[in-house]
């Protein structure tokens, strides 16, 4: 049992080479620079969602304002339609007469016409 206790994956313990200091020193580096990288990578990713998000917020909130403001809007101008169709409406009633009076000058015209061409 002790024999299979030292085999690590079919070898011996004492079958694996050396290793050499410098590669793990190496191995190191390399892996401190890539964790640096990567912190870095993420800061910027972490910075340029956050003003993305902000951009995001601003365009909804402006989208919101318009809406709202399309809104009122609008209801102005229907206020606005419905006064003007009842300033129409009284302005046609109150040209009832011009049309009664327009209609009495062209009799009297024709009545005119008539009494020239007696007097002729």
């Known amino acids: 049992m002790a024999a299979a206790s030292d085999a690590v994956g079919g070898r011996k313990a004492t079958d694996m080479p050396p290793i050499d200091p410098r590669v793990v020193v190496h191995l190191e580096r390399q892996a401190k620079q890539v964790s640096e990288s990567l912190e870095i990578m993420m800061g910027n990713l972490r910075g340029t969602l956050h003003s993305m998000s ?4 601003g365009c909804m909130q402006t989208h919101r304002d318009m809406v709202e403001s399309l809104g009122d809007t609008t209801d102005l101008c229907v206020k606005a339609m419905y006064t003007l169709i009842a300033r129409c409406e ?31």
Do not use: G, R
């Not at 009297?108 to 008539?114: F, P, Y």
């Open 54 to 57: 902000a951009i995001t917020v």
């Open 90 to 120: 009284e302005l046609n009633n109150s040209m009832k007469p011009v049309h009664e009076i327009a209609q009495q000058i062209k009799d009297i015209k024709k009545q005119l016409e008539a009494f020239e061409a007696l007097c002729k």
